[in-house]
């Protein structure tokens, strides 16, 4: 079966612009959830969706945001790029939202600005 | 605010020795734990999970992990270690409903002396 998978797997992206990086979590699975790991540090929660409905954020600014597809795909956008955004981004999915169904990951899009 | 510490940045173990890392979590009530291993350039994989009941947790590769309530602390072990475990491994903790995401501690990186 394939997990769940990211695109692009790199990026390079100048300050001021806007990505959108993608995401296709695994068959069955309806809940997706993005994380920011920063070099060095451990992921950092950004959102999760279920049955296209966001259901949690965590501490971002706006210029993040997200939105999920009827077949559960799921993208991140990112407005205004800063430095600081340079980051791995990874994508996750689970069947549910409750913690019985852990989160499968992807291997991520490295994004880097400049 | 809930938090995870992962006290040891690097640690280098032996090839065929033991391993532990150690994991202390902040937060009121038992939290869901998990334990998670990054080898480079890819994403998360779940090494074992304890949610409630018997305190010592059995994983994937061998891997095995001991709750302790008193100590807030969910430290990972493994009897003897393989070059192929050298990797970025991260304590992670979880709250009732799943909605504020996983919260990851900063990372230990495992290298494997020959």
Known sequence: DAGVTQSPTHLIKT??????LRCSPISG??????YQ???GQGPQFIFQYYEKEERGRGNFPDRFSARQFPNYSSELNVNA??????ALYLCASSPGTGWNSPLHFGNGTRLTVT | AQSVTQPDIHITVSEGASLELRCNYSYGATPYLFWYVQSPGQGLQLLLKYF???????GIKGFEAEFKRSQ???NL????VHWSDAAEYFCAVGFSG???GLTFGKGTHLIIQP
Do not use: M
């Not at chain 2, 409630?52 to 059995?58: I, N, P």
């Open chain 1, 15 to 20: 300050r001021g612009q806007q990505v959108t």
């Open chain 1, 29 to 34: 699975h309806k809940s997706v959830s993005w």
């Open chain 1, 37 to 39: 790991q920063v070099l």
């Open chain 1, 81 to 86: 790029l800063l430095l600081g955004d340079s």
């Open chain 2, 52 to 58: 409630s009941g018997d305190t010592l947790v059995q």
């Open chain 2, 72 to 74: 807030s602390s969910f």
């Open chain 2, 77 to 80: 072990r493994k009897p003897s």
């Open chain 2, 98 to 100: 799943g909605a504020d």
